[in-house]
Structure formats: structure tokens, C-alpha cells
């Protein structure tokens, strides 16, 4: 059963670049496409962008160029960065796959979440 | 940001049926699938309902979805305590590149 493993750093300085990594586990890499999803806190579930098994992605408008989504299938995983980060950036960030593109198809796996604190 | 409209708490005995409703617009629900996420507090989001009324398999018959014009529901019959949680709606929004729109949220409690 496909599992994904969430790494990274948690806690950043203003202006700093969060990055963190989803590994696949126990499942193909190819043929899907794979997400990252926040949560701030108080607030709800917010999709930042999405990658296709060859690399194309799609970004939420809102966060304005500042992130980028890649993919190293030689690793079976995909990774977030964002830049230049705030208070505003902090929460509970998901890693996650869908069977087919965004606008279509659901997020139905799901990392364990990490959690990104911003602070000087 | 969100621009689907989700009431921000609803609650059921029991054994009772609720519906959580989605409110949305000609650019997102009108023209797209809806899908319907179940999340607890420090845990991963579970998909319960995908393009709009599809329950994924391993899900219980409990959860219905439906869909109608720029709107729509969720409904779950014979509550359980263990529904308790965070209800998303989500769908795709075709205004300018495109992306994912997640509703406000639901709190549902199990009283």
C-alpha cells in the first residue's frame, strides 16, 4: 500500500526558504500526479500546487511565483519550496497523490503532515 | 480566499442524518467535479466523496454526495461519534490558471 513520508525543516526565519521532500513508498511513482496542501492555523486547507509524473506543475495564484514544485523520480519523490517566507506561511503543510490531474480527480493519499513554524 | 461557501458548524445525535452544503460559482462547482474531504486535528485529510457523488471504495454508504448547478451537499445518515471532525468541500476553480479551492470548513460535533 502506497505510503507517503514527509521531511524537511520546521522551523524557518522570516525570509528564509522552506523546503521540504514527500518520499513514495509501496506504490508507483509514474502516472500520478502529487500535491502539497497547507493548513494555517485556525484556518482551513489550502492547495499550493501540483506536479505531473513528468515534471509539469501548477501553482495556486495566490501564492504569487514564491513556490516551486519539482519531482526526482529517481528517488520517487517530489519536493515544495517557498520562498522568502512569513508568519502567514506557517502551519501544517501535506504532501499527496492524485490518480489523475487536479482538475478532476481527488487527493485520496496523504502524508503525515509536517509542521512549519516561522519565527525570528 | 475561499470562495466556496461552507456553514461553519453543524451537529446530530446520534443515529441522525446532516447535511453540510457547498456554494460556489459558474467558474468552479458549475463547471467542475466537487470532491469531500473528512479531517481530524493532526491527521491526515481523508477523501470521502470524489467528482461530486462517488464514494471511494472502503468508505461507508453513510456518506452521499450530490451536486446541483454552482452548489453542493454532502449528507451523512446514521451519525456516529466517530464522524466527528473537519468537513472540506473542494473543486477545481478555471478562473486564471486554474487551481484547487478548498471550502471554509465544517465543524462537525456529534452531541
Known amino acids: 500500500q502506497v505510503q507517503l513520508h514527509q521531511g524537511g525543516a520546521g522551523l524557518l526565519q522570516p525570509s528564509e526558504t522552506l523546503s521540504l521532500i514527500c518520499g513514495v513508498n509501496g506504490g508507483a511513482f509514474s502516472g500520478f500526479y502529487w500535491s502539497w496542501i497547507r493548513q494555517s492555523p485556525g484556518k482551513g486547507l489550502e492547495w499550493i500546487g501540483q506536479?505531473?509524473?513528468?515534471?509539469?506543475?501548477t501553482y495556486n495564484p495566490s501564492l504569487r511565483g514564491r513556490v516551486i514544485i519539482s519531482i526526482d523520480t529517481s528517488k520517487n519523490q517530489f519536493s515544495l519550496k517557498v520562498n522568502s517566507v512569513t508568519a502567514a506561511d506557517r502551519g501544517v503543510y501535506y504532501c499527496?497523490?492524485?490518480?489523475?490531474?487536479?482538475?478532476?480527480?481527488?487527493?485520496?493519499?496523504w502524508g503525515q503532515g509536517t509542521t512549519v513554524a516561522v519565527s525570528s | 480566499q475561499s470562495v466556496l461557501t461552507q456553514p461553519p458548524s453543524a451537529s446530530g445525535t446520534p443515529g441522525q442524518s446532516v447535511t453540510i452544503s457547498c456554494s460556489g460559482s459558474?467558474?468552479?462547482?458549475?463547471?467542475?467535479?466537487v470532491h469531500w474531504y473528512h479531517h481530524l486535528p493532526g491527521t491526515a485529510p481523508k477523501v470521502l466523496i470524489y467528482?461530486?457523488?462517488q464514494r471511494p471504495s472502503g468508505v461507508s454508504d453513510r456518506f452521499s454526495g450530490s451536486k446541483s448547478g454552482a452548489s453542493a451537499s454532502l449528507h451523512i445518515r446514521g451519525l456516529r461519534s466517530e464522524d466527528e471532525g473537519d468537513y472540506y468541500c473542494?473543486?477545481?476553480?478555471?478562473?486564471?490558471?486554474?487551481?484547487?479551492?478548498f471550502g471554509e470548513g465544517t465543524k462537525l460535533t456529534v452531541l
Open positions: 467528482k461530486s457523488s
Open positions: 473542494a473543486a477545481w476553480d478555471d478562473r486564471l490558471t486554474g487551481h484547487v479551492l
Open positions: 499527496s497523490r492524485s490518480s489523475g490531474p487536479a482538475f478532476n480527480y481527488p487527493m485520496d493519499v
Open positions: 459558474s467558474s468552479n462547482i458549475g463547471s467542475n467535479h
Open positions: 506536479i505531473t509524473h513528468v515534471g509539469y506543475a
